[in-house]
């Protein structure tokens, strides 16, 4: 069956440390999400891909970067961890039909507690 | 830029009781309307959603939810809940023609006691 997997599901971290967390989808969907989920908020966009070699910013994007080499894979990157970027984090992704009508797939999360 | 409030963070309900979980959206352009569920220690997963047609939407596991252009609303519905519905239900909105980007709202926990 196909689905969408993260890892690691937990993590913790040192400030300042690099820290990449993976996401691997077997849909085959153009469009991969990373979202952060903190109480109060629900979820926020932090990077989204509609393809390879397609980056774009979301709502919290500073902090973090993506790389699309492939259709499967979309990691996120946090350059200098900071306590603030503790949070619960969650891939997804859809097929990729126009105007917004997809459903969108979510993996299980990563916890990361930035120390 | 669109935005979603959920206007309930928690709402506590018997077992078998009906129960109703509210969204409100705001957006200059027509968007399309998703519900998520978020059981305990798992990712989200797609409830139902609104894309046009009829306004009453129904979804998995007896919920349904009904569109309300005029009140900018998408309440979420079930007529007896169960204990397994505990969990945090998502709304979210997609604005037409611009891409697959969600916006969700803040989350409501349902928490259904025996």
């Known amino acids: 069956d196909a689905e969408i997997t993260q890892s690691p599901r937990h993590k913790i971290t040192e400030t300042g440390r690099q820290v990449t967390l993976a996401c691997h989808q077997t849909w085959n969907h153009n469009n991969m999400f990373w979202y952060r989920q903190d109480l109060g908020h629900g979820l926020r966009l932090i990077h989204y891909?509609?393809?390879?070699?397609?980056?774009n910013k979301g709502e919290v994007s500073d902090g973090y970067s993506v790389s699309r080499s492939n259709t499967e894979d979309l990691p996120l990157t946090l350059e200098s961890a900071a306590s603030s970027q503790t949070s619960v984090y969650f891939c997804?992704?859809?097929?990729?039909?126009?105007?917004?009508?997809?459903?969108?797939?979510f993996g299980p999360g990563t916890r990361l507690t930035v120390l | 830029a669109q935005s979603v409030t959920q206007l309930d963070s928690q709402v506590p309900v018997f077992e078998e009781a009906p129960v109703e979980l509210r969204c409100n959206y705001s957006s200059s352009v027509s968007v399309y309307l998703f519900w998520y569920v978020q059981y305990p220690n798992q990712g989200l997963q797609l409830l139902l959603k609104?894309?046009?047609?009829?306004?009453l939407v129904k979804g998995i596991n007896g919920f349904e939810a009904e569109f309300n252009k005029s009140q900018t609303s998408f309440h979420l519905r079930k007529p007896s809940v169960h204990i397994s519905d505990t969990a945090e239900y998502f709304c979210a909105v997609s604005e037409y023609d611009a891409g697959n980007m969600l916006t969700f709202g803040g989350g409501t926990r349902l928490m259904v006691k025996p």
């Open positions: 997804a992704s859809s097929e990729g039909r126009r105007g917004g009508t997809d459903t969108q797939y």
């Open positions: 891909s509609y393809g390879v070699h397609d980056t």
């Open positions: 609104y894309l046009s047609g009829s306004t």
